[in-house]
């Protein structure tokens, strides 16, 4: 048994090239860390890099041994002829293709008083296994690599992988019973080899060492869940933690689950931590922390960040552990060399620009207050407003037209009132302009958005229905106060309010901007965001405004006569991240789009969407951490992004990033902190079949793309806003102008009518009131006289 030959030399030397970047291990701290020996905490990779690769295989050894600072752990496994391999589990089956091979080969055995039936390695020489291969063993990664790795004899790990080594021994009695020692073996590869680490839960086992092992070598004591039984002194593991002394006696170490240090709820939010790191340390005890992973479900403490997870316990200015045991090595490793001792509150409002998604959306629900304050206290440097309309035409922040998507109204006595309109969603609705500003404030309750509610990856469930509703106006005021370096509003549908409701929603935000006194001050940067040129082009007449064209599809270039358009009516330009990393399959692919420098090449800032914390967003590449994404779509040259600013549902995650003191370094940044190879771990799936499929060109975003119509005349504040608005930017009403033209769709006599639908009828969308206010004070009798005769006009509620 051993290595496949041919296939695994490339496979290695592919991976180290990946790998084995310039620049050194870790960014050096001037202070001493929280941990028993001053020094910083250790990193063990689980099985290797076992998120990504089937745990104990040969790519995932390779991958975290390009790091020589993080150790490499191995489960220890033996055959029935004494050979010592790495697997993750005792049972076979959970982790190879040995019930392919051997279908017959199901056994049951009493492991420390268990019964378990599966495949077991107890129960075959090693030339047996040559041609098992290894599985992922969590079913929800990628299963592109199972199969195609063979397994790793321990003997190999401790002399082809260039990094500590941690040999852990979950079950010595079990082996015992087939005339097999652990012991032996253990003694025999501690003299061989360096054997940094060992481990095991069971006491005997560790004290059959003490004095037989280098002096080098650290013996851990693993603690299980606290209701299992110690099979060697009976007690519980529980009651083994309020005697740490007794263990130093026979081990350096602990090992423990991290809820032994950071408790959960039933409802998975985080408890105050507890004093066994301390209590360790008290007792010359080190103390490792076990069970990190970047794609487990973290507390929702941690909004879906492992790295503010792995911070909790290294950086929290009461303790640090001294070890942390992760499927997951390189996030760990930021946390230590550029994201540790920080000053989180500081303010930095430079490159990269950090905009809010609905404010901090990953916490609360979109666009409420909360998510508002959140927004700010993380760090944002842009807060955001999707600005829709209201029945009586009060522009407010809703991330969505349709109320179903983020309030209670498929709950509410309004829910009868859903109804189709193709042109903007296939399926029945109830939207904002089918009821009042009261109606939504007063009976209606805000819904957090769960884009991965499907997998289980619910957001903040205690404050799903939390905060208040806000209008444009309340946006304002509340963002005019706050530290900020600029607003940006988001503007679509006006071409379908304007010709469908008879609303102007250009005028009514630069009324709601003027009057919130923004056009009086320099400090805040008002930002206008939207997917039509049609509203830029009309907001560029009327106000100045720093306006973002929004490209709503994957491109991977802009043709020049494209860039020249966009720059006669936009400032800067959001592109979605796969136009900047394209991929396939959630796997990068080898192909880097010029779209970014095309667009700064014209003067045109590009800001990227949406960046979001939930490991099931990011492509593999990445490795489940939101931190690595922003990191790769920042950098600059190389294979990096270059982006000027991030668009996110968690700006706290985005402000930490532009705080790390592995910024700006040069050839001396780690290589953690550099981009992934596009492509890179596609060239590592063996199995040409397991290959994703190969993608289409993206297409070049062109003039005809870009051009629009200009937008229809629609009214609002009593004035048709196909002209200017009264009080705002523009010239004041003329007291000649003409009446209005009815909206497309209306009633004959003027008025905008909401008639209500059902789920499969197409229903005529309106605004009934608008609370028209006309200022025409000078008109002529004979517009009086027209006016009169629209008795039903748009002044009367529909």
Sequence with gaps: MGRSGHACSVLGSLLLLLLLLPGPAAAQKGSAWKTLSGDAPAVIAKGGFSGLFPDSSDPAYLFAASNQDSAQWCDVRLTKDGVGICLPDIKMDNCTTISDLFPKGKKTYRVNGVSMTGWFSVDYNSIDLTNVTLLRAILSRTNRFDGSFTLVQVEVALSQYKAPAWLNVQHDSFYSQFNLSMRSYILSMSKQYTVDYISSPEVSFLKSLVGRVGRKTKLVFRFLDEGLVEPSTNQTYGSMLKNLSSIKTFASGILVPKHYIWPVTADNYLQPSTSVVDDAHKAGLEIYAADFANDFALSYNYSYDPLAEYLRFIDNGAFCVDGLLTDFPITPLEAIGCFSNLNNTKADHGAPLVISHNGASGDYP?????????????????????????????????????????????????????????????????????????????????????????????????????????????????????????????????????????????????????????????????????????????????????????????????????????????????????????????????????????????????????????????????????????????????????????????????????????????????????????????????????????????????????????????????????????????????????????????????????????????????????????????????????????????????
């Design 366 to 798: 979109d666009c409420t207050d909360l998510a508002y304050q959140k927004a700010v206290v993380d760090g944002a440097d842009v807060i955001d407003c999707d600005v829709q309309v209201t029945k009586d035409g009060i522009p407010i922040c809703m991330s969505s037209i349709d109320l179903m998507d983020v309030t209670t109204v498929a709950s509410s006595q309004f829910a009868s009132q859903a109804g189709v309109i193709s042109d903007i969603k296939a399926v029945a609705g109830v939207y904002t302009f089918n009821l009042t500003w009261e109606d939504i404030a007063n009976n209606l309750k805000p819904m957090i958005s769960n884009p991965f509610g499907q997998i289980s990856l619910s957001r903040n469930p205690r404050n799903r229905n939390a905060g208040k509703f806000m209008r444009l106006s309340d946006f304002l005021a509340f963002a005019k106060g706050e530290d900020l370096s600029g607003i940006m509003i988001t503007v679509e549908h006006a071409s379908f309010m304007a010709e469908k409701l008879g609303f102007g929603v250009v005028d009514a935000v630069i009324k709601a901007v003027d009057d919130s006194g923004y056009s009086k001050q320099t400090a805040k940067k008002v930002m206008i965001q939207s997917t039509n040129s049609s509203t830029l082009v009309k907001f560029k007449q009327l106000a100045k405004y720093n306006l973002v064209y929004k490209i709503d599809e994957v491109v991977k270039d802009a043709a020049p006569s494209s860039l020249a358009d966009i720059k006669k009516f936009a400032d800067a330009v959001s592109v979605s991240t796969k136009s900047v990393y394209p991929e396939s399959s959630n796997f990068l692919i080898n192909q880097t789009n010029p779209l970014v420098k095309s667009l700064q090449s014209a003067g045109l800032p590009v800001y990227v969407y949406l960046l979001r914390n939930e490991f099931f967003s990011q492509p593999y590449d990445f490795f489940s951490d939101a931190t690595s994404q922003i990191n790769a779509l920042v950098h600059k040259g190389g294979e990096g992004g270059g982006v000027d600013g991030l668009i996110t549902d968690f700006p706290g995650t985005a402000h930490r990033y532009k705080l790390n003191s592995c910024r700006n370094m040069g050839d001396k940044t780690p290589y953690y902190m550099l981009p992934p190879q596009r492509g890179g771990l596609l060239g590592v799936i063996q199995d040409k079949a397991a290959l994703p499929p190969a993608m289409a060109p993206e297409p070049v975003l062109t003039v005809s793309d870009v051009a629009e119509p200009p937008l229809p005349p629609g009214w609002f504040g009593g004035e048709r806003c196909g002209g200017s608005l009264t009080g705002g930017a523009g010239s004041s009403a003329s007291a000649t102008a003409a009446p209005p033209t009815p909206p497309r769709g209306s009633a004959s006599d003027g008025r905008p009518t909401w008639s209500s639908g059902t789920t499969t009828a197409e229903t005529t969308p309106t605004v009934g009131s608008h609370n028209c206010r006309f200022t025409y004070t000078t008109l002529l009798p004979s517009l009086l006289f027209i006016i009169s005769i629209f008795s039903f006009s748009v002044c009367v509620r529909a």
